[in-house]
């Protein structure tokens, strides 16, 4: 079975940078696609993000400016890295995974991380 | 990009049906046969119940079914149980490969 577990610190500035690492077990970081999707608290799902196993990424319009995702195979885990937070970066970050449309486009997701605070205050 | 359209909150009596409506633009919702629809119970991660606008995982009970109309897509949750009080989110490709989400509706097994 899949687990993806999310990692980082809990507390981070306003205008720093957030920096997450999401971890995958009991499979192949291979042939997928991987978001990165936040949640402020008691509010909705807001996808951030994606990277391909190939290394192409693509990102929320709202965010794009400020989001790096990033790939380490060698140890099955990717990375969210958000510049220039505010308060309103405050959220549950999950990490999730998606298979490839026919198209070869992310369309769902089927496995999520359990997702980590993040607060941004100084 | 917006968020799509999702009533706050449903209620329903165990035994009932309830359905949850997701409204978006031909851009997203109208446009791809990629809706799905999440379930998420406090302090858990989401799970996936709908998937390409009507199919279901495997697990998934066949009381959760999904359908679309126009830029309306909707889940129906038939014989409510206690277990199914929960959040739930809709999402659709929205083109450019992009993705978007709804609001998140609160059911409320009365």
């Known amino acids: 079975q899949v687990q993806l577990q999310e990692s980082g610190p809990g507390l981070v500035t306003p205008s720093e940078t957030l920096s997450l690492t999401c971890t995958v077990s009991?499979?192949?970081?291979?042939?997928?696609?991987w978001s990165w999707i936040r949640q402020p608290p008691g509010e909705g799902l807001e996808w951030i993000g994606y990277?391909?196993?190939?290394?192409?990424?693509n990102y929320n319009p709202s965010l794009k400016s400020r989001v790096t995702i990033s790939l380490d195979t060698s140890k099955n885990q990717f990375s969210l890295k958000l510049s220039s937070v505010t308060p309103a970066d405050t959220a549950i970050y999950h990490c999730?995974?998606?298979?490839?449309?026919?198209?070869?486009?992310?369309?769902?997701?089927?496995?999520w991380g359990q997702g980590t605070l993040v607060t941004v205050s100084s | 990009q917006s968020a799509l359209t999702q009533p706050r909150s449903v209620s329903g009596s165990p035994g009932q049906s309830v359905t949850i409506s997701c409204t978006g633009t031909?851009?997203?919702?109208?446009?791809?046969?990629?809706v799905s629809w999440y379930q998420q119970h406090p302090g858990k991660a989401p799970k996936v119940i709908i998937y390409?606008?009507?199919k279901r995982p495997s697990g998934v009970p066949d009381r959760f079914s999904g359908s679309k109309s126009g830029n309306t897509a909707s889940l129906t949750i038939s014989g409510l149980q206690a277990e199914d009080e929960a959040d739930y989110y809709c999402?659709?490709?929205?083109?450019?490969?992009?993705?978007?989400f709804g609001g998140g509706t609160k059911l409320t097994v009365l």
């Open positions: 999730a995974r998606s298979w490839p449309s026919s198209g070869g486009f992310p369309k769902d997701f089927d496995f």
């Open positions: 009991g499979g192949s970081i291979s042939h997928y696609y």
């Open positions: 990277i391909h196993y190939s290394g192409s990424t």
């Open positions: 031909s851009s997203d919702v109208g446009g791809y046969n990629y």
């Open positions: 390409d606008v009507s």
């Open positions: 999402c659709s490709y929205a083109g450019i490969y992009s993705l978007v």
